[in-house]
């Protein structure tokens, strides 16, 4: 079977902009191409999704009616990993030598507005306010923090780095460092969550170019690795946003298996890994994905967290471009966003968000409803 590298990235920086969700992602096709130094008509496949912007096949209007066999791909915020998986098993399967995945996305402003029967739920749901995401995962790491001993400073903090990150990011929406204090005192949203440890719905655009790697060399002499590319959707026990039961048995969450999956399919362990972006959607989600993944035990995140270690300069960097938070969360480009600053960070372009120890392996999270994780590790 043919091994996989990404040969291109593109961005379309996130935020709130004038022009289409269709445009920014066709700004991040185009901008994926010219690093790879490919042109449209070498595209064998692509694979592309959004949620609230528009089909992304149609974007052969825009880029080249080649004749290019596009395929929409829909999977909640695990569209974009969902994505890079078909277009990592195609070339897998021989399918395609070179394949372009597109995400990209223009959400109104204000909260995600899903409706119960879309997820097979009654509207008995969303009378209850669970449907409301920002209750539900208030609700998740209100648990979560009493049976394992976080602290709401725990949280801020989580916050704190992302902003601070995300302030060196020159695709970053929020751009603007916030004290730990900041965050604390701001309004709370679902207790304990306050206003700036949740993310907010967004735009933008994200584009790879992947390869088999036995012609790679043709488009770029520094290759990226996709050693593999899990997705995972919940089992039996496990509580999920839109999950409308919780079993007596408890399960783990669907990240658990993925990461497990993406490690043993990549030949290399959570502690071999040296940069890692998870899905944050809230500050809680990032502290329950660290355990989830493998990364430490459930518990160990706050003296983790409180010792640096996910800073920028400590020995985990996490979410180094400032994640959902910093980024906001247009949800068909918000998992490609982790690979995009993956392979930044591989190829020790991350200018002042570098991290400073030598990158050779990263790993990237995504987290979808009802329950779909999907996890990849990248290597130079």
């Not at 066709?26 to 694979?47: E, H, I, K, M, T």
Request: glycine share 12%.
């Amino acid at each position: 079977m043919s091994d996989v590298a990404i040969v291109g990235v593109g961005m379309h920086p996130f935020g709130r902009h004038d022009i289409s969700g269709m445009e920014q992602g066709a700004f991040a096709a185009r901008a994926a191409l010219a690093d790879a130094g490919a042109q449209w008509s070498d595209v064998q496949y692509a694979f592309g999704g959004s949620a609230a912007a528009g089909n992304a096949d149609t974007l052969v209007s825009t880029l080249g009616l080649t004749g290019v066999p596009f395929i929409n791909v829909s999977n909640g915020c695990a569209t974009g990993g969902s994505a890079l998986i078909s277009a990592y098993n195609a070339i897998k399967a021989g399918a395609a030598d070179v394949v372009m995945v597109i995400g990209f996305d223009k959400h109104p402003r204000g909260a995600f507005d899903p409706q119960p029967s879309d997820y097979g739920i009654g509207d008995w749901y969303g009378q209850t306010g669970m449907m409301l995401t920002t209750q539900f995962f208030g609700m998740k790491i209100q648990r979560y923090m009493h049976e394992f001993g976080i602290t709401r400073e725990t949280l801020a903090k989580v916050a704190a780095k992302a902003f601070h990150n995300g302030s060196l990011n020159p695709n970053a929406w929020r751009r603007a460092p916030m004290t730990e204090e900041q965050i604390l005192e701001s309004t709370m949203i679902a207790n304990p969550l306050t206003q700036y440890m949740f993310c907010s719905p967004g735009e933008g655009g994200v584009g790879l170019v992947l390869a088999n790697t036995e012609i790679a060399s043709k488009f770029t002499d520094k290759p990226v690795l996709l050693r593999s590319a899990v997705l995972r959707s919940r089992p039996f026990g496990s509580f999920e946003v839109f999950n409308p039961s919780l079993a007596d048995q408890r399960g783990n969450s669907p990240s658990v298996a993925a990461a497990k999956a993406a490690f043993e399919q990549a030949g290399v362990g959570p502690d071999e890994i040296d940069v890692v972006q998870v899905q944050d959607t809230e500050s809680g989600a990032e502290v329950m994905h660290l355990a989830e993944c493998g990364f430490v035990a459930d518990g160990g995140q706050e003296d983790l967290i409180r010792s640096g270690a996910t800073q920028l300069d400590g020995s985990l960097p996490v979410n180094t471009d400032g994640g959902c938070l910093a980024n906001g969360e247009p949800i068909g480009a918000s998992g490609l966003r982790q690979v995009f600053e993956s392979v930044v960070q591989l190829r020790g372009q991350g200018g002042a968000r570098q991290v400073k120890n030598d990158v050779k392996t990263a790993f990237t999270h995504v987290y979808g409803a009802p329950g779909i994780s999907a996890c990849t590790v990248l290597s130079v």
